[in-house]
């Protein structure tokens, strides 16, 4: 058993009671090829969330500041996380995501970059639109509905893989392709939020 199914067992064993995590539309996650998850960011919570009830491995793309330590960097590493620098563009991080798509993993992105103060789902960065034009992944949005508080339902909404064929045809600016893909999860997120 490798470290990372390992800490998924582990995880979900107490993510999955704790906030009565309920998982939809898994089966529209591809099985095989290179998929880009994008999803929107509440809490700190979303990663271990969202890797917990994937049906893959995720190689997430986290901020730097979580590599600063030897024991920290083993850690993310062991879990598939690559590192990203916020607030620039950086390129290793792209050459990192995009390699990972070409061996037809699954990459995660939390496209807003930074946590919604209200839960909202807020506008994407470019990043996501670079990956979702630059590779031939099938481009997955999941919504994550909290908040996250114990013994209270959590949802995680997978949607239907985005068609991208248009977009990269037209070659579309990094900034549209994100756009499209923030508009796909608050379409989910809107309709399966408990009003």
């Not at 209270?152 to 994100?178: M, Q």
Request: charged letters at 25%.
């Amino acid at each position: 058993m490798t470290f990372y199914s390992f800490a998924k067992m582990v995880v979900k064993s107490i993510l999955k009671p704790l906030y009565r995590i309920e998982i939809k539309g898994v089966e529209n996650f591809p099985m095989e090829g290179p998929v880009l998850l994008c999803a929107n960011h509440i809490d700190n919570l979303d990663p271990p969330t969202v890797g917990v009830t994937a049906p893959r491995p995720i190689h997430f793309m986290a901020k730097a500041e979580l590599f600063k330590y030897k024991w920290s960097k083993k850690l993310m590493t062991n879990i598939n996380a690559f590192p990203v620098k916020r607030g620039m563009s950086d390129r290793e991080a792209l050459r990192t995501g995009l390699k990972y798509l070409k061996e037809g993993k699954v990459v995660g992105l939390f496209p807003e970059g930074k946590r919604s103060k209200n839960g909202e789902v807020g506008k994407g960065l470019a990043g996501a639109g670079f990956f979702a034009l630059r590779s031939n992944a099938q481009i997955v949005p999941c919504a994550i509905i909290g908040p996250y508080k114990p013994f209270k339902k959590l949802k995680v909404v997978y949607g239907k893989p985005i068609d991208f064929t248009e977009l990269r045809e037209n070659k579309v600016s990094a900034d549209i392709a994100t756009d499209v893909i923030m508009a796909e999860i608050k379409k989910l997120y809107d309709e399966n939020r408990v009003k």
